[in-house]
Structure formats: C-alpha cells, structure tokens
C-alpha cells in the first residue's frame, strides 16, 4: 500500500504507523516477527458477482465456514500473536449473520477492525450498528462511474445503494473510504471518484491495481498497459495535488503494485526536487510490507494464505494451528522464500536498481501470468531505461 498523499505532502495519517514503522517495529525489516495485517475472508457468501472478485464469491453457504466460536478463537490467537490490524472481507462480510459480535470482539482484543464491503446492505440501522461495534473504517468498492461499476457488479442499481451506504456511515460518524479496482474499463473514469470524494466528504480512497486471481484471472488482458498505468498515475497525482490545494486534502493510497512508491518519487525528482529525498525515505521504510510478511489471508475455512490474493499457497489451519504457529513455523518452505525473494526473482526484477525497494513486486501476478513465481511481475510499467543500473 502506497500513501500517495502521504508521499507528496508529508501530512500525518492513520496508518502511519503500519507503513512507516511504529514504537514496536520502527523502520521494520522483513522477516517471520513481523506481525502482519490480516485480511479475513469470513465468508463465502455475497449478494454479487463481480468481474474482478479474487476469491470467487457468490455461494449462498458452505459447509466448512469457521463458526462463532472458533473465529473468536482465530480473532484470539490474532491478538495473542501481536496482529494490529483484522480486515472483515468475503463474499460480502456483512450476510455474515455473527459479524457484529465478531468485529466487536476483535476490538475488544485490541485489533484495530476495519471492514470491505461492496455497501448496499448499509442501511442507517447496520451502520448504526456498525458504529457500537467502534469499528474502526468502512472501505466501500466503487469501480467508476453508475453504469460502469453497475457492469462489473453484474447487478443493477448496485452503484446507487453502494452510495446511500456510503452515506448512511458518514451519517453515523463511521471512517469511511472509497476501493476502485483499475482496469481498462474504468481507468477513464478516475475525475468521477475524486468528484465522489468531495461531494461526499469521504475521506480516503484506495487505486488497486488487478490481480489475476479468481474471477480477477478472466479478466487479465484488460489490466492496464504500462503506457496506460503511467498516465493513470499522473492522473492520480494531479488528483491528489489539486484537491490539496482546493483545501480539502483527502487520504489517496494505491494498492499492490510496489512500483507506484517509485513512480512517485521519478515524478518528484522532475517536479518537486526538494521533496524527492524524504520520498524516497519514507519508501524505504514502507518496503517490508509485503505478502507473506506485512499482510496475511484467513479463509472462511481457517486457511492461512500469504495475501488474499494467493489462494492456491496454504500455509495451514487455524482450527489445527494457531495463526502464529503457521506465520512463524518452519513448516512452510514457501513462506521462506518469498521472505528472501531478492534472491529468487527473474528477469527484469532481478536487474532493476530498486529491487530493494519493490521487492520483486507481486509474484501472484507473475505466476497466474508466466507460470513462474519468481517471473517478473507482469504490471510493472516502469522503462526499462528507469530500472537498469
């Protein structure tokens, strides 16, 4: 996770500390003490069916989702481990009929519990709800403008109920923030979320780059060119620069897609040398939190995955282990290697000046699209004139 707004005007935000070091782990290194944000997939069920779903949602139920209390016992062994952060995600979390008593429990743990959902079943009771639990943030899909995001829920009238939802938290005094998934038939419409984020008064919107995993894996060519990905990065940045200046600063992050931190720090070079330095301090320090160290994946099952996105690499089972034992076990060699990717990547990765940096980028990527965990990441849009020592 990149903090574009972060980057360019060095403001305090909330989650400084995970990215740029805490009082526990200031500057932190990868390795297996890391204690990672953990996304925890709840449920299977969901009441859409997106284009771009990573987990392949849509079933009405499952026979092996971890009951109430056995995921009380995972939220436990979470905040035994030293966990900081728990991210209810699906399906949709919300068809989740414990889900209230899960995310208070988890605060009550001390986690800090954030939830990612598509909105349209927020109405002004659920967030009201919401809000006893003290929830900490509602992360809310919008992919484009009404017709557009409509066509990638495959469900009508979903963009007007994900933003009564929207509403309906702000109105209950929830953190609430925008998700938009970048792909060639929306990257166009970037003006309408920045639009969105003022008229709303939202204050944070997250750019994820696809990932071809899941349903993501059927719409892989319509991921971004390296041509388009940089223009939609200038877009971001002007963006994000424009709304500062109108005096209504918002939090604008971009996810999984490392280069983005780099990309930054090129553009500052040019355009706002003075600033390039503490860019580029503030990326070294975000560098360890990656899959398989700064974020990790519980299944509805109990699976423990690297990230959400790399389904198919389980690493074991909360219901025989706890999540702790499994994060710094030696019973995953593949969880090793991806500690020490530096060593393991391909081509271009292997020769690029700021593999430090970006570690490799995402190797989910690289795998569903070469075959080869250790293959470049296909997304990676900087030239090759940029990379080369």
Not at 14 to 26: I, K, M, N, Q
Not at 204 to 218: D, K, M, N, S, W
Not at 286 to 301: F, L, M, P, Q, Y
Request: with cysteine; net charge negative.
């Amino acid at each position: 996770m990149i903090g574009i707004s972060k980057l360019l005007f060095d403001k305090v935000e909330p989650s400084d500390g995970l990215r740029y070091g805490s009082r526990e782990h200031p500057g932190a290194t990868p390795s297996a003490s890391y204690r990672p944000v953990v996304v925890y997939n709840c449920t299977p069920r969901c009441n859409l069916r997106c284009v771009h779903c990573y987990a392949n949602t849509g079933c009405e139920d499952a026979s092996d989702v971890l009951g109430t209390d056995a995921a009380r016992r995972m939220i436990d062994s979470l905040a035994e481990f030293g966990c900081p952060v728990i991210l209810f995600s699906g399906g949709e979390p919300l068809l989740r009929p414990d889900i209230f008593e899960l995310i208070a429990h988890a605060a009550a743990r001390g986690l800090r519990v954030t939830l990612s959902t598509n909105g349209t079943t927020i109405t002004r009771d659920i967030a009201r709800e919401l809000m006893k639990t003290e929830l900490g943030y509602v992360g809310v899909s919008i992919d484009g403008a009404e017709t557009t995001h409509d066509e990638f829920r495959r469900t009508a009238g979903s963009w007007q109920k994900a933003v009564a939802g929207i509403e309906n938290c702000r109105a209950e005094g929830l953190r609430t923030g925008l998700r938009f998934t970048l792909t060639r038939r929306n990257f166009g419409e970037l003006g309408e979320l920045f639009r969105l984020l003022e008229e709303l008064d939202i204050p944070r919107i997250c750019f994820y780059h696809l990932v071809y995993t899941g349903l993501g894996a059927e719409i892989m060519d319509e991921d971004l060119s390296a041509e388009e990905t940089r223009r939609t990065m200038d877009t971001i940045i002007e963006s994000t620069i424009a709304i500062h200046e109108r005096g209504v600063p918002r939090e604008v992050l971009t996810v999984d897609n490392h280069a983005d931190g780099i990309y930054v720090w090129l553009w500052a070079k040019k355009h706002r040398p003075d600033g390039a330095d503490r860019i580029l301090r503030l990326i070294r320090a975000n560098r360890a939190k990656s899959t398989g160290e700064g974020i990790a994946c519980v299944s509805w099952n109990g699976d423990v995955f690297p990230d959400q996105f790399w389904r198919n690499k389980v690493l074991g089972n909360v219901r025989e282990r706890s999540f702790g034992e499994i994060w710094t076990g030696s019973g995953s060699g593949f969880l090793a290697d991806l500690r020490r990717r530096e060593e393991l990547v391909k081509g271009r990765c292997s020769r690029c000046r700021y593999l430090d940096l970006c570690r490799g980028g995402f190797r989910s990527r690289a795998e569903a699209r070469f075959g080869d965990v250790w293959a470049e990441d296909p997304a990676c849009y900087l030239t090759d004139e940029e990379i080369v020592p």
